[in-house]
């Protein structure tokens, strides 16, 4: 059974950190390229960052780059997504998703499976 499971949102200050985690299961998670999405309330979902299957040339966003960075541990089968300096634009709901095309993909309309969100909240 393919599942995608986000974990590590919550309310944070600006300035602070979080780490998300992403646990896929049912297959999804050897040779996928995985990538981390936002939405915010009245926008359309954004692309965050990604990592190819082997982790190399993770890839960013313009608007986190230098201020999260995203990696994987296939040993233990889950993808992260640590957020430092967090400002409150930041605040969306975030999702975790697995896409068979290259780690350089930004649409979410190219990739195979999402998770159910987890939500990050920056106050100021």
């Known amino acids: 059974q393919a599942r995608m499971v986000e974990s590590g949102g919550g309310l944070v200050q600006a300035g602070g950190s979080l780490r998300l985690s992403c646990a896929p299961s049912g297959g999804i998670f050897d040779r996928y390229s995985m990538g981390w999405f936002r939405q915010a309330p009245g926008k359309e979902r954004e692309f965050v960052a990604a990592v190819s299957w082997s982790g190399d040339s993770p890839y960013y966003a313009d608007s986190v780059k230098g201020r999260f960075t995203i990696s994987r541990d296939n040993a233990k089968n889950t993808v992260y997504l640590q957020m430092n300096s967090l400002k409150p634009e930041d605040t969306a709901v975030y999702y975790c998703?697995?896409?068979?095309?290259?780690?350089?993909?930004?649409?979410?309309?190219?990739?195979?499976?999402w998770g159910q969100g987890t939500q990050v909240t920056v106050s100021s």
């Open positions: 998703a697995a896409t068979r095309r290259m780690a350089t993909t930004r649409s979410p309309l190219l990739y195979d499976y």
